[in-house]
Nanobody
Framework: QVPLVESGGGLVQAGGSLRLSCAASGRTFSSYAMGWFRQAPGKEREFVAAISWAGGTIYYADSVKGRFTISRDNAKNTVYLQMNSLKPEDTAVYYC?????????????????WGQGTQVTVSS
């Protein structure tokens, strides 16, 4: 399996920014898509953003559209999530995931590998 390691989480004030990174350990990171999901206490894991291998297809959850930007660097086997204008509602553990075979990019059930997550806390 391909291990994934998220980083970049932390505590920020509302309106602030964070940049999350997800690095795949291994020689090759070739997936159909990579995605970011988040899970807050008492809630199910939800879709945040996804990007295809070449970056030609990008999806965002309505709740983050216009504020978050997903990108990937295939040479570095890394996907990023730039989060701007953060809101307290964005507080959650953020997970990156890889989809090895094309499926629903917004569906957590169609992803194959998951990182351990990084905590993002946005204070009021």
């Amino acid at each position: 399996q391909v291990p994934l390691v998220e980083s970049g989480g932390g505590l920020v004030q509302a309106g602030g920014s964070l940049r999350l990174s997800c690095a795949a350990s291994g020689r090759t990171f070739s997936s159909y898509a990579m995605g970011w999901f988040r899970q807050a206490p008492g809630k199910e894991r939800e879709f945040v953003a996804a990007i295809s291998w070449a970056g030609g297809t990008i999806y965002y959850a309505d709740s983050v559209k216009g504020r978050f930007t997903i990108s990937r660097d295939n040479a570095k086997n890394t996907v990023y999530l730039q989060m701007n204008s953060l809101k307290p509602e964005d507080t959650a553990v953020y997970y990156c995931a890889t989809q090895q075979r094309l499926g629903g990019l917004k569906s957590k059930y169609d992803y194959d590998y998951w990182g351990q997550g990084t905590q993002v806390t946005v204070s009021s």
